[in-house]
């Protein structure tokens, strides 16, 4: 089995592409629309790396990462951030609250890849 | 769908990319209208954000440059007024309507592959930067101003900065292997693992650049009781062969560059320093479109040792620009490169995917297979069960139990598969604002807009259609109904007017009204005008709900001049029109000076509907169940007969008028007299009743409707057609229809036994 990852998005068209880009390289996917359904998808499922937008209702990507890295069982996991270029400020909250990395939007396949081998190889 | 895929990975995403796109801009419009009004929250302002800012990723994401650009700069203002730098007056709530047309409209270029002029959009370009320069005169406004002048610009210096390390790491470096040695000195802080980095992951990746040499250094790893297991106590020394340039392995640590304290270097073959870098920084390397966080006591530190100071400022702009080289690298280099990761994704990306999601998006034409199928088998089966109950198969046998299960699930099965193309009204309710708003500015009338029930559902066809109708009714309400806020004050109104637009399900149908508290319907102009147009006879006698209703009569308009609101060439008669084909009926109730009202009701699906199978002169009809009340025998006594020849029957103390169906249909035969066959108390839209006279029920039973128009040619008094269990074709009745049609009375049936203020009564109604 491959590795697991998880995709939060609260564009549909965004977890698309992450989710066909992903499963393309073998990765299994779950995906979720805002961070308070990514929490609750996440309740019994572990994955290996979780990519989330910032951007979204209900909770945000950050407090996401927050909520995660309090969670001792992904105190370790990596987290990226999906985010576009005028996210700067953004870009630094992801990091506060303990994200591993970014990923700028919008996304070509390999890349998408390239970073996500890089914390999940 | 898969060969899309061929040129662009992400095609395919472009149909999910522009149905999220319209119903963003749908959400949007609603959240603008909001913010009109004033009635908003924060949350309203980041929704309209957050649609902006998805509609400008999935943009990049298909390289569509120009809603790329626009909606950059939308996001922009929209950020600001976010933030509470910008407050949501008047004039920014134009300018925000305004971009949202201009938003609305490039998508609509984009997905029609069409390019908009070069100047398209400026105005409110101009506007937004006009709020912008207001506002901020710093960098902000600087970067949103020209995105894409900027993009040619910033492209420039990050190939240069590849040109430059490319030349700094190879021409002194022409060693005897050709490979270039690197020495990387590599020491993780703990923040590297609080952020879930992993350096065995580094060091596999720099293994993958070409030959190494590890030597780690553990000194500093402490007793294991005071060893704190969440600290970094290693550090490593790599020597590093490669033929890859120094972009290569500045990237390998890109997320972690500030996490740790690193240092590379590159070495000739004698192993003398040829160039030092002590943690380059990000802009340095490749502009990759992903990176590693940038800590907040090391970010001036690092921008200043990687750029001039003075564009520090540009950065946000700089790093904007990854959109669109980066998507055109793509779609350049996916071909050969992106090949090797496509095969595996067709097969994996079937389904099993996405245990969590919640919904999907599927083809509206699979859904209309899957209605017409089941309609089918609708059909299919009650043939089936007519067959089982006319043949010699005892009533015991399980045959009889298998077939009302197999009837129930069906049933179950219709009612489900009905749903999925159940849509709430909103989607359409929520275009209203934005018309109210603009037509009363131009009419320069105050005017609330109350909606109710936004999340009735209705069939998606249904939906579709109402739009124009719905559309129509409110300009026109805006238009005729409601007064000038002076005329309201003379006539001891509030000043502002208000539209309510309400959604309910009401047997089995959808009941929509849209009502004005204006001046009502001029009833004495709509009558002249009327007559004048010769819409009705100069000596006709008209109820005042009668003449209320000659608006629909078609040419109908009792505008003195023709606005360009209203005026459009179509009339309310075009309304009716397109509400009758959707099976659906309109009224009017007016109540001088205190408001109109309009009355819309549709069935809630255009495919089945369940029926009461009729007889009448040896027929099968259908009457809709939804519009049945009862069905009674009435005694002799009850029936009451007409001067004309017409019936009524009394029903608890009430007249009702009976429609005796076989002779409206000019049918030979059939029952005549009320009290010997049955009367079906059927009610109309108006909510008036009338007994349809039939000679006997047959069978209640759901049939899916084939219209009759397309099939055949619209016949008055029937709405549609259905094939029965049988095979045979069988009409539906529309029950208003008839209760209109005068019936073909045959001399001589005159009944003397009447009281004429019955008739008038009758008449009345």
């Not at chain 2, 910008?86 to 490039?106: H, K, M, P, Y």
């Not at chain 2, 030597?215 to 890859?244: G, K, N, Q």
Request: proline residues 5%; hydrophobic residues 40%; negative net charge.
């Amino acid at each position: 089995m491959g590795k697991r990852i998880m995709a939060v998005d609260d564009s549909k068209t965004m977890r698309d592409m992450v989710s066909f880009t992903l499963k393309g390289a073998g990765y299994d996917v779950l995906v979720a629309d805002d961070g308070v359904n990514a929490l609750s998808a996440l309740v019994g499922e572990d994955v290996d790396l979780i990519i989330t937008d910032v951007n979204m209702p209900n909770m945000n990507g950050i407090e996401l990462v927050q909520k995660l890295r309090s969670d001792p069982r992904f105190r370790a996991t990596p987290i990226l951030i999906l985010t576009t270029e005028s996210d700067d400020s953004l870009k630094q909250q992801g990091r506060a609250a303990g994200a591993t990395g970014w990923i700028v939007k919008p996304f070509v396949p390999e890349k998408l890849l390239k970073v996500v081998n890089k914390v999940c190889a | 769908m898969l060969p899309a895929a061929h040129d662009d990975p992400f095609a395919q995403f472009k149909v999910t990319f522009f149905e999220e796109c319209s119903e963003l801009l749908a959400d949007m419009e609603q959240h603008l209208a909001d913010l009109e009004s004033g009635s908003y929250e924060n949350e309203t302002l980041h929704a309209i954000f957050r649609a902006v800012h998805s509609i400008k990723a999935g943009a990049g994401a298909f390289s569509f440059s120009r809603l790329v650009t626009f909606s950059h700069k939308f996001e922009y203002l929209l950020d600001e007024l976010r933030t509470g730098k910008l407050t949501a007056d008047d004039g920014l709530v134009e300018t925000l309507f305004r971009s949202f047309d201009i938003l609305s409209d490039l998508v609509g270029f984009a997905q029609n592959g069409e390019a908009p002029d070069e100047d398209y959009g400026q105005g409110a370009l101009d506007q937004i930067s006009g709020y912008l320069n207001g506002e901020t005169v710093t960098a902000a406004a600087a970067s949103a101003d020209e995105p894409e002048a900027n993009i040619p610009e910033a492209s420039i210096p990050v190939e240069s900065a590849e040109a430059a390390s490319e030349a700094a790491g190879q021409s002194p470096d022409a060693d005897k292997n050709g490979l270039k040695h690197f020495r990387i000195e590599f020491t993780p802080r703990e923040a590297m693992y609080r952020h879930a980095n992993e350096p065995l992951l580094i060091i596999r990746e720099l293994k993958d650049l070409g030959k190494t040499e590890t030597t780690i250094d553990t000194s500093r790893l402490p007793a294991l009781h005071i060893m704190e297991p969440e600290d970094a106590y290693f550090s490593w020394v790599f020597d590093l062969w490669t033929e890859y340039g120094r972009d290569e392995v500045d990237e390998v640590f890109e997320f972690v560059i500030d996490d740790c304290d690193l240092t590379i270097v590159t070495l000739d073959d004698n192993n003398n320093v040829v160039e030092v870098d002590v943690s380059p920084g990000l802009d340095s390397g490749e502009d990759s479109g992903f990176g590693f966080f940038v800590s907040d006591d090391k970010l001036s530190a690092g921008e200043v040792s990687d750029a001039p100071p003075a564009e520090a400022v540009a950065e946000k702009t700089a790093s904007g620009l990854v959109v669109e080289p980066d998507v055109k690298k793509a779609s350049v280099s996916a071909t050969p490169e992106g090949a090797v990761q496509k095969p595996a994704a067709p097969a994996a990306a079937g389904p099993g995917a996405a245990p969590k999601a919640s919904s999907i998006r599927v083809d509206v034409d699979r859904v209309d297979r899957l209605v017409n199928m089941v309609g089918e088998l609708v059909i299919t089966q009650s043939m089936l069960a007519q067959e089982v109950e006319n043949s010699t198969i005892p009533p015991t046998d399980r045959v009889f139990t298998g077939m009302d299960e197999l009837s129930t699930h069906i049933r179950d099965l219709q009612e489900d598969v009905m749903s999925i193309r159940m849509q709430p009204v909103k989607s359409v309710f929520s275009r209203m604002p934005r018309i109210v708003r603009d037509v009363s500015k131009k009419l320069g009338k105050k005017v609330k807009l109350i909606t109710e029930g936004e999340s009735t559902e209705v069939d998606k066809t249904v939906i579709e259609e109402l739009a124009d109708p719905l559309t129509h009714m409110i300009r026109n309400s805006l238009d005729h109904g409601l007064e000038t806020p002076a005329e309201r004050l003379e006539a001891g109104k509030t000043e502002e007017g208000s539209i309510r637009l309400s959604a309910e399900h009401r047997g089995g149908r959808i009941v929509i009204e849209i009502a004005d508290d204006g001046r009502g319907i001029n009833r004495e102009k709509v009558l002249h005008l009327a007559r004048e147009k010769g819409v009705v006879s100069e000596d006709a006698t008209l109820s005042n709900n009668e003449i209320d209703n000659l608006i629909f009569a078609p040419g109908f308009s009792t505008a003195d001049e023709v606005t360009d609101l209203s005026g459009r060439g179509v009339g309310m008669d075009v309304v009716r029109r397109n509400i009758q084909t959707l099976g659906g009926r309109v009224s009017v109730h007016s109540q001088p000076g205190a408001g109109t009202r309009f009355q819309l009701t549709l069935p809630l699906t255009l495919a089945v509907l369940d029926g009461m199978i009729v007889s009448v002169a040896g027929e099968k009809f259908v009457v809709p169940i939804s519009s049945i009340l009862e069905t009674v025998r009435p005694p002799e006594d009850d029936v009451e007969r007409m001067v004309d020849g017409s019936c009524v029957v009394r029903i608890r103390g009430e007249y009702i008028p009976v429609v005796p169906t076989a002779r409206v249909f000019n049918f030979a035969g059939g029952e005549q007299d009320p009290s010997k066959g049955l009367v079906i108390l059927a009610e109309t839209e108006g909510g008036r009743v009338v007994g349809l006279l039939v000679d006997e029920l047959s069978g209640q039973q759901q049939v899916v409707i084939k219209s009759l128009e397309t099939n055949y040619k619209a016949v008055q008094g029937i709405a549609s057609a259905t094939i029965l269990g049988n095979g045979s074709v069988c009409l539906i009745l529309d029950v208003d229809a008839l209760a209109k049609m005068p019936a073909l009375i045959p001399a001589g049936t005159m009944n003397s036994n009447i009281h004429k203020n019955m008739a008038a009564q009758v008449a009345a109604e």
